[in-house]
């Protein structure tokens, strides 16, 4: 069903920003060639309008047909590939049987009980089967895994455990009531918007959220990637078969009375929000060991009283992989290598996000999987690395020795000035010595605080924390 009595948001693909132009989903199909003028309803609903709707008939509308609008392309992904997803942890064994490749088709046709996924949204975090709030948010958005973006399932996963985290659990309607549909209308090479991939999830405006972090451009080609996972539960609200165009709601209504499970999760969700951002949620769920869009996983249970006004840690609950037999730098930097291949690289505009959020505490980082470990972890203003590795410390390393290098052949040459006699000379301005070149990288690397601006940080800090992070057990010696 096209649902063009609801409103988009236009902007570029991988933009997070919250001011850009918002118009209703008629006007941004008819830009992007999907219906034409004379197809346009008479009276176009506001977003006030779209809250109050409740029922699905009345977003009924004409279905535009433009199947240009769904050519995939042919699939770069073959069974060939598939030893290597499951080696990358994307399936088991087991489950690699669900798994079928589009060989030659241009448009998916996934069957009676098939999703079509990318690659890449395995690399962000997807995971089957599928936790059953996914399901319900997208049916209540009216959209479909195959129209989400890689970006879109980090927010899915993020909110998942920031809630489990609190000892709650996530529905769909919750999510709706945090989040609001983006449309992103960005033409390809031949002045098509794609119908897949095209919809992202940002935060509302009214909305208390973690501070942002996301990739701000996809992988080149991550959108010819595509291939089929057979589901077994909750078919008719992921399943469409076979493919049509269909345009989602904007802000769906969300039962927000006093008590309901919508207003306690956001409740909850503030909680995390004031005190942890959005990259530290990611490491924390890749230091559990877990992926959150997955159907079964458990947080440790409740032990211990709760005390009010205590910030109370996740106990220790973990086993290491044969790799590493305790928490170590090497098993961090695996975690930071991981979570940058789902957010990117930590970067200066992220960091001045931190700042502003949590420069009233001396540690801006909070994770506590980590702190639940005892295990002693930088700030975030001491990394930087790329995906592939901490690069800058390698660079700065090749400096050190270069600098070394230098400074003996000052010295050389001081030693030999002044075993020679004397001349007046008229002095002259010493030359400026060249500053070794840095990378991109390391000038936006943000600047350690100096001492002065640590002192004014301490005096502000009059109080601990005021309120909880997680109902879980506040006795952690027994666990070590």
């Known amino acids: 069903m096209a649902r063009v009595c609801s409103t988009a948001r236009v902007e570029r693909d991988g933009d997070e920003t919250e001011a850009t132009e918002t118009v209703p989903i008629s006007e941004a199909m008819r830009r992007s060639g999907l219906i034409s003028s004379e197809d346009t309803p008479a009276a176009e609903a506001t977003q006030a309008d779209v809250e109050e709707v409740g029922s699905e008939d009345e977003y009924s509308c004409g279905m535009p047909s433009k199947p240009s609008h769904l050519d995939f392309e042919k699939s770069t992904i073959s069974e060939a590939d598939l030893s290597k997803m499951v080696k990358l942890s994307y399936f088991s064994e087991a489950k690699k049987e669900l798994v079928r490749f589009g060989g030659e088709e241009i448009t998916p046709k996934p069957e009676k009980n098939e999703v079509v996924v990318f690659k890449s949204f395995f690399k962000a975090g997807l995971r089957f089967p599928l936790n059953g709030m996914i399901a319900d948010a997208l049916k209540k958005f009216g959209v479909y895994l195959h129209q989400l973006t890689p970006n879109a399932i980090v927010r899915l996963s993020v909110y998942i455990w920031a809630l489990r985290s609190q000892g709650v659990e996530p529905l769909g309607e919750g999510f709706c009531r945090v989040h609001e549909l983006h449309y992103q209308t960005k033409a390809r090479g031949d002045g098509l918007h794609e119908n897949f991939g095209c919809y992202n999830f940002a935060y509302r405006k009214t909305t208390k959220f973690p501070v942002i972090s996301y990739r701000s451009k996809s992988p080149a080609g991550w959108k010819s990637e595509w291939f089929y996972v057979k589901v077994d539960e909750d078919e008719d609200k992921l399943v469409q078969s076979s493919l049509e165009l269909t345009f989602g709601e904007t802000r769906p209504r969300c039962n927000m009375i ?36 997955l159907r079964e996983w458990e947080m440790p249970k409740l032990v211990g009283e709760k005390k009010k006004g205590e910030l109370v840690r996740l106990p220790y609950h973990y086993k290491f992989k044969k790799h590493f037999k305790a928490p170590c730098q090497e098993w961090l930097n695996t975690i930071e290598i991981m979570c940058n291949e789902i957010l990117g690289n930590y970067y200066k505009k992220e960091d001045q996000l931190m700042t502003a959020a949590f420069g009233t505490r001396p540690k801006q980082r909070l994770n506590r999987v980590l702190d639940a470990m005892n295990f002693d972890y930088p700030d975030y203003e001491q990394l930087g690395g790329d995906v592939e590795g901490p690069k800058r410390k390698r660079i700065a390393s090749a400096l050190d020795k270069e600098g070394t290098k230098l400074a003996k052949k000052d010295k050389e040459i001081s030693e030999k000035l002044s075993s020679e006699p004397k001349i007046a000379v008229p002095r002259k301005r010493k030359a400026a010595s060249p500053k070794p070149k840095t990378s991109a990288r390391e000038e936006e690397a943000p600047a350690t605080p100096s001492a002065a601006e640590v002192e004014e940080i301490l005096k502000v800090m009059t109080e601990p924390l005021p309120i909880r992070l997680s109902p879980l057990a506040p006795e952690l010696t027994k666990f070590f």
């Open 258 to 293: 006093r008590g309901s499970p919508s207003q306690i999760a956001l409740a909850k969700f503030r909680v995390i929000s004031d005190h942890i951002g959005t990259r530290d949620l990611v490491q924390e769920f890749l230091a559990f060991k877990v992926f959150p869009t």
